[in-house]
Structures are given as C-alpha cells and as structure tokens.
C-alpha cells in the first residue's frame, strides 16, 4: 500500500487527548492549538487520531482560543492558552472527506504538522 498524499494545504493535528471515541471530531479537532503565523495558509486542518484520520474541515477563520464556542460545549480557559488558536470551519467536500477519513495519516512527531505551506 502506498503511503497517503496529502495534495492540498493543509494543517495535521493530533487530537489524541482530547477526541473521544463515538463523538464527532471537530472539537477537538478546531481548538487549542499553539501555531506560527503559517496557520493562516493552511485551507484545510486534519483531525488525526492514535494514527489515522478522523475528520477533515475547511478552515473558515482563526481565532485566539477560547473565544468562540464550540458544540460540544467544550469551554477553553483563554487565561491558560494566551497566545494559541483555533479556527472555526465546516466539514471538507465529499470527496476530500472520502479520499482522507479513515485513512492512516503522515506521521506527526509533535501537535501539529503544516503540509504543503
């Protein structure tokens, strides 16, 4: 099997400590995230998951963390997180959705991994 490509621009996050098995990913997916300035290039961010892909989302606009709610009624301390992000956005296409969700992702060696910026 050939390794995944990931053709567009695109931020990879690991949401291993805060995704829950069951529950949609974009909670955790979305927030909280220490990130350069390169965030802003980014068009799509992958919700990664003990290794595979869980959700993909099209990035709408940051934001400082905990300024925006989320779904889940996840509250985020902004006093705790002062200089981090999140981003708010809608699920990818159909298609993107289905070339990547469920798929093992590119290794991440840390939170965040930038491809393609």
């Known amino acids: 099997m050939n390794p995944l490509t990931i053709t567009e ?31 802003l290039r980014a068009e799509l961010a992958f919700g990664i998951y ?19 709610p989320y779904v889940s009624g ?3 301390d902004f006093t705790l997180h002062p200089t981090d992000w999140e981003f708010t956005g ?13 798929q093992p992702a590119p290794r991440l060696r840390g939170p965040a991994r930038y491809v393609n910026i």
């Open 74 to 76: 996840r509250l985020i």
């Open 9 to 39: 621009p695109a931020i990879l996050l690991c949401i291993n400590h805060t995704y829950k098995a069951g529950v949609d990913p974009y909670d955790a997916t979305r927030g909280v995230w220490a990130l350069s300035e390169r965030r």
């Open 90 to 102: 809608i699920p990818a296409t159909k298609d993107i959705w289905e070339r990547y969700v469920g």
């Open 50 to 68: 003990q290794g595979r892909i869980m959700g993909v989302y099209r990035i709408q606009k940051w934001h400082r963390a905990g300024s925006t």
